[in-house]
């Protein structure tokens, strides 16, 4: 979730571009002038040249700031950790490069350095597209951040139906009132009280959309594997999984379910490292954008996404079960974290619609699971 967007003045721009057939070239999205080709790789390319023209351009919205109530972004300290949850030095796949972190790296909030004990199985749930474990190694299940999310009630022992520092982003605000569970999903629901949005006055900066978070009960996710199957919202709001604390930020996927949108047919991945803290700049972020195969919305159907945090340079991420990328984060990832689920306005590309804020056949953004797996040496 980029916190930069938080601070700054909302802006939009039309939804029409030459073509909805988006690539990225490293820098800048740019879109095809002509049709769209295949899909090279992990990211989607034009059809008949490479060449490509510029993205629509940005035109501000009303220059109006957020209320001065707003709570600053700047998530607590965690200090201790259910005893459910692996040690953040969990043994890495791969020796990173033996040099330590800066001395101004931020501090790592680690679980206690206890292994589980010996009679934790490696449960693996049917249908889980956990990687290959590295040789000596097996991967073991974290129940205190997995839930099927079977029951009828949310378990408040692993999970919070808000964002503890944050209340979200204008003009969408978070309320416990839209997160529940029931018939095998956790549910997040966008909705308004009002009937026209004549009626507020600023529709960009006045809270007029309330929106749903889930959140785990603290910063307890480390190095392992995370995975969640999910299918988003069909309005113009994200639907997101992502993780965040102090200091670095992890999204695993902020997608935008609105077919018009050019994010439903794209996993959104990002990386986000705040040197001086969430709440100030610089914010050093490595986006990348992976191409879902033809046909493919994130508003569709159900898909799983996946995080393998390997070590505190190496992040993979997956789309049912394939490799879509890996990035090196620009800092070390080196602090827990917590876990969220969330719906937000991206003002950037408009405002969902009265009418499909108030449509229970596309406001809900449902999850089916959310997996934790950690590794220990084989015999553990």
Known sequence: MN???RSLTLSTFSLQAPNPCFNWNGQNMICCPGSCGPNGGP????????????APPVTSAPETSPPATS?????????????TSPPLTSPPVTSSPETAPPVTSPPVTSPPETSPPATSPPVTPPGTNLPP????????????LSDEFNGDSLDRSKWQPII????????????TANVAVGGGYARLTSTTAVNDVSQVANPFSDPWISAAALASTGAYAGLGYYEARMKASDILMTSSFWFQSQHTETDVIETIGDPNNFRSRYMPINTHYYPNGVSEAPDQSTPFFYRLPDGVLTSGDFHTYGLWWQDAQTLHFYFDGQLATTIT??????ESQYLFFDTEVFSQYGLPSVADLKDPSKNVFLIDYVRAFYLVPNGK
């Open 164 to 175: 503890p520092y944050y209340s979200g982003r204008l003009p969408s605000q978070y309320s």
């Open 43 to 54: 990211l989607a390319t034009c059809a008949g040249s490479p060449a490509t023209t510029p």
């Open 3 to 5: 916190t930069e967007t």
């Open 329 to 334: 984060p620009a800092g070390p990832f080196t």
């Open 71 to 83: 709570p600053p972004v700047t998530p607590p300290q965690q200090t201790s950790p259910p005893e």
């Open 133 to 144: 474990a590295p040789a000596g190694y097996q991967w073991v299940a974290n129940p205190g």
